[in-house]
């Protein structure tokens, strides 16, 4: 079997026919699809399993009860057969064609991950996310990791394939006890064991922010998101101990994160007081030694000078202002 594609589901009946159906319309050889269902309690089981009565390639794992996305993704990692690993979301997409790209460069260009593009989708806006000029390269994870910390690459759980002999050998997981960011904490963690990471600019994916959704369509910033922001700074610092030479690249990538979720904050619909007093606590982690860019690292600084305790303040009084 050359490749596994786990969809975790939960109460997916408006979505999960529709992602099936794309992928079974592009030719399902040499790979497997495992639908975990993860404890649902609409209709999603019923769905699977009629679809899987003329589809072979698809398998379905039910869990006796709801237990988290990491669990079900987890789950699929041990149940998969294939050479490799891909996760796809219910309610996301593929473009025609993706999976005979997908088995072409898993024969020929040989990886331990595969990196692609994509394209977002929020409030009928469209976004494509890829580099034409580091098309068809390979890197070492040091490389690849300078480029992701300039933002010269943008990549998510769903546009990377994985050798499934990585993620066992050095025991790579989704966290369990994480509600947001767990899967960002997957693939940042696999990249450190990686050996050779290849990269294409070809746009294999279709993600769609709904307002439903986790994220929630990033309408409210509240002490989940702080703390999945927390926890991915922990992250980076611990990425640099181990290559101390991205320090200045992770310091750049972390101040932007930091002044993208300022901006976050400041324009969610629903807000709390405290979580925006931690926000203002952290600021020092961040505006260290990092490398210079134009004109971003300018307007960092520029955040680091303006006085962000009054414009928290005034926006602290606002009708959209949750106490």
Request: hydrophobic share 40%.
């Amino acid at each position: 079997m050359l490749l596994s594609i786990i969809i975790p589901v939960y109460n997916g009946e408006n979505f999960i026919k529709n992602i099936l159906t794309i992928l079974v319309s592009q030719n399902l050889k040499d790979m497997e699809v495992l639908i975990i269902n993860d404890g649902s309690i609409d209709n999603t089981e019923h769905i699977v399993k009629e679809i899987i009565k003329n589809n072979k390639n698809i398998l379905l794992i039910s869990l006796k009860k709801n237990s988290g996305v990491s669990i079900a993704r987890n789950t699929g990692i041990d149940k998969s057969n294939g050479k490799y690993i891909y996760f796809l979301d219910m309610d996301d997409s593929i473009p025609f064609g993706t999976l005979d790209f997908y088995r072409d460069i898993l024969t020929q260009k040989q990886a331990d991950v595969y990196v692609f593009g994509f394209e977002q989708k929020k409030n009928g806006k469209s976004i494509i996310y890829s580099n034409k000029y580091l098309n068809n390269q390979y890197f070492d994870s040091i490389s690849f990791y300078k480029y992701l910390f300039c933002t010269n690459i943008y990549t998510n759980i769903c546009t990377n394939i994985f050798l499934k002999d990585l993620i066992i050998r050095n025991n790579v997981r989704f966290p369990e006890n994480k509600v947001l960011g767990e899967d960002t904490d997957f693939w940042r963690t696999a990249l450190l064991f990686a050996k050779s990471i290849y990269y294409n600019k070809r746009n294999v994916f279709i993600y769609q922010i709904r307002t439903d959704s986790t994220m929630r369509g990033y309408k409210i910033y509240d002490i989940k998101v702080f703390n999945a922001f927390y926890e991915e700074i922990l992250l980076i610092n611990n990425i640099v101990k181990i290559f101390p030479e991205l320090e200045k690249y992770a310091n750049y990538f972390l101040t932007r994160r930091f002044c993208g979720n300022i901006l976050m904050y400041i324009c969610s619909l629903q807000k709390e007081r405290y979580v925006g007093k931690k926000l203002l606590n952290i600021k020092h982690l961040f505006f260290k030694n990092m490398i210079f860019r134009f004109p971003q690292t300018i307007v960092f600084y520029s955040f680091f000078l303006f006085p962000l305790r009054i414009l928290f303040y005034i926006i602290s009084n606002s009708n959209v202002y949750e106490k």
